[in-house]
């Protein structure tokens, strides 16, 4: 079974500027998550899709975050503009349906400078 | 108060030794637990799953306590490789928004 993918897996940008992120869960998992782990730190949920519906995004900056999973299976997370705090690594993971057989990607490490 | 807390850290031990973190959830409706594993730059794995019996894996036992809202990691005769970030994480269920919430993770340095 193939992995989560993500691309890119660096990406350095000044502040400012827009980035954008793209996953593609593993084939068949309904749910997936987009997390921000800024190091030291565990990673928090910034959105979770069922499917092409959006369960949550409270925690979503949404004056500069926006996410969007159209046809239900990968997923685009794009920062515009980017601040300095956005600095972190932005992961993404799936899941079939309930906990287990839950994924990460290796994940994109952002630099805004 | 946050939804899922751990012992700060960072732990750093001996090889050989025995180690053992601590988690605490605030979400009484939480109905699955696991510890995940991260290692520097890496992202996290599945170490294991925690159930209302007690569980163990070789050197791993994990433990759950309901009523206390409490789940605790033991790693016997630590190694070297057992040196990484653990992360302690609660599922809430399927109907749930912000399912599966991860606590801040305790880092362990296992010294030779």
């Known amino acids: 079974e193939a992995g989560v993918a993500q691309s890119p897996r660096y990406k350095i940008i000044e502040k400012r500027q827009s980035v954008a992120f793209w996953c593609n869960p593993i084939s068949g998992h309904a749910t997936l998550y987009w997390y921000q782990q800024i190091l030291g730190q565990g990673p928090k949920l910034l959105i979770q899709?069922?499917?092409?519906?959006?369960?949550?995004d409270s925690q979503l900056p949404k004056d500069r975050f926006s996410a969007e999973r159209l046809k239900g299976v990968d997923s685009t997370l794009k920062i515009q503009p980017a601040k300095l705090e956005d600095s972190a690594v932005y992961l993404c993971a799936s899941s079939r349906t309930g906990a287990y057989g839950y994924t990460f990607g290796s994940g994109t490490r952002l630099t805004v400078v | 108060r946050k939804e899922v807390e751990q012992d700060p850290g960072p732990f750093n031990v001996p090889e050989g030794a025995t180690v053992a973190f601590n988690c605490t959830y605030s979400n009484s409706a939480s109905q699955s637990f696991f510890w995940y594993r991260q290692d520097c730059r890496k992202e996290p794995k599945l170490l294991m799953s925690?159930?209302?019996s007690g569980n163990e894996d070789g050197r791993f036992t994990a433990q759950l306590n309901r009523a206390s809202q409490y789940i605790s990691l033991l790693i016997r005769d630590s190694k070297l490789s057992d040196s990484a970030t653990y992360l302690c994480v609660v599922w809430a269920g399927d109907n749930y928004g912000q399912n599966f919430v991860f606590g801040p993770g305790t880092r362990l340095s296992v010294l030779p």
């Open positions: 899709f069922q499917n092409n519906g959006v369960v949550d």
């Open positions: 925690v159930y209302s």
